[in-house]
């Protein structure tokens, strides 16, 4: 099992839309979770952190539930501008400490 | 946010010779830094953990050396990877850890390998 597994996507939304990504990791002692967005043949950015208790940012809700070892994103109102690959992120215990492992990553379309 | 500084974006070598990419951290210290490769259309594979001071930890399926990793400051690590081969052709990305914070990653700009 992948440490970290997403949605397979891609998705083709019309701007406006609410879209939601979710993600599944397999240590249950993982600490830190974080959502990451990449543009083709960029680096990956911090979109946001994701706290237990939830948090949203404009358009960007993120939820954590540590029981089921589950993470989302919602996206309201889509712009084109959020096509991007969006990364689910957790640093998980390894071998000298915690390890930043990303999620295969979810492709959004957003069209017009 | 935080910056790091990944250095070359872009190096085309001979097969057979050795590329060494640099990372750093500009305005805090890395206490953990950890280089990722992607090939095109695939996702971030971890390559190796590296700490400073301390040797790196490689990932299964990545040899150690060929891919060499010092952490010699809080602020800078460098991978080199010994007598390229066309197949290392690909995107290298380094991130760094905070030691303070979250823990959230911020990442290189990346390095672009092309081994002819």
């Known amino acids: 099992r992948k440490e970290v597994e997403q949605d397979p996507g891609p998705f083709n939304v019309p701007e406006g839309a609410t879209v939601a990504f979710n993600c599944t990791y397999s240590n249950s002692a993982s600490q830190s979770f974080f959502w990451y967005r990449q543009d083709c043949r960029k680096e990956p950015k911090l979109l946001m952190s994701?706290?237990?208790s939830g948090n949203e940012d404009g358009r960007f809700t993120a939820q954590l539930n540590r029981a089921s070892q589950y993470i989302s994103l919602l996206i309201r109102d889509s712009k084109l501008s959020d096509s991007a690959t969006y990364l689910c992120?957790?640093?998980?215990?390894?071998?000298?400490?915690?390890?930043?492992?990303f999620g295969a990553g979810t492709r959004l379309f957003v069209k017009a | 946010g935080a910056v790091v500084s990944q250095h070359p974006s872009r190096v085309i070598c001979k097969s057979g010779t050795s590329v060494k990419i640099e990372c750093r951290s500009l305005d805090f210290q890395a206490t953990t830094m950890f280089w990722y490769r992607q090939f095109p259309k695939q996702s971030l594979m971890l390559m190796a953990t590296s700490n400073e001071g301390s040797k790196a930890t490689y990932e299964q399926g990545v040899e150690k050396d060929k891919f060499l990793i010092n952490h010699a400051s809080l602020t800078l690590s460098t991978l080199t990877v010994t007598s390229a081969h066309p197949e290392d052709s690909s995107f290298y990305i380094c991130?760094?850890?905070?030691?303070?914070?979250?823990?959230?990653?911020?990442f290189g700009q990346g390095t672009r390998l092309t081994v002819v």
């Open positions: 992120v957790v640093n998980a215990p390894g071998t000298g400490g915690f390890k930043t492992i």
């Open positions: 991130s760094a850890r905070a030691s303070t914070g979250f823990g959230e990653a911020f």
């Open positions: 994701v706290y237990s």
